[in-house]
């Protein structure tokens, strides 16, 4: 089957029902999203598909058939996003495990809402899990990339 990931298309044979996150990392090496809890709970998978945040773990291949995936790797060339960098000046990342997913949705919050308040990120952010806590330099960091 086809896919289209970070605007790359690839011909894939495999299995209709294996999940996404199964290829993105066992097949395209797109590492970057990571594998938590594998039922849908952590949100550390997300990725967005056809620009909306889903959980690569519960999505099987053939639902992205014909549709276009966007993992951490697309967002930017060289990491240099305005989220990427002031998570970098901020040093938000602790072990740095949910990360990934925590930009992906951040991205799409911003996607949608370019100057977010406090609440938006709080409505947009609550599901994400953070094992280290740094649920405010999130906050901060989506902020201060959206100041300018
Ligand atoms: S690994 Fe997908 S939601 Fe936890
Ligand atoms: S930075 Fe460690 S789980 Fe979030």
Redesign the pocket.
């Known amino acids: 089957m086809k896919i289209k990931v970070n605007k790359v298309e690839y011909n894939l044979d495999v299995e209709s029902d294996m999940p996404l996150l199964w290829v993105l990392r066992d097949l395209l090496k797109l590492t970057g999203t990571k594998?938590?809890?594998?039922?849908?709970?952590?949100?550390?998978?997300t990725v967005l598909i056809d620009g909306v945040p889903e959980?690569s773990?519960?999505v099987p291949i053939g639902f992205v058939e014909g549709k276009e995936v966007t993992t951490i790797e697309g967002i930017s060339q060289n990491g240099d996003h305005p989220l990427q960098k002031a998570w970098n000046e901020l040093s938000v990342s602790q072990c740095g495990y949910c990360q990934p997913g925590q930009i992906i949705r951040a991205y799409y919050l911003i996607s949608k809402i370019p100057k977010p308040t406090i609440e938006d990120i709080n409505r947009e952010m609550s599901e994400h899990i953070c094992r280290c806590g740094t649920y405010n330099k999130i906050r901060e960091a989506i902020l201060l990339a959206t100041k300018e």
Do not use: N, T
């Open positions: 594998y938590g809890c594998g039922i849908g709970v952590c949100k550390v998978c959980q773990c519960l």
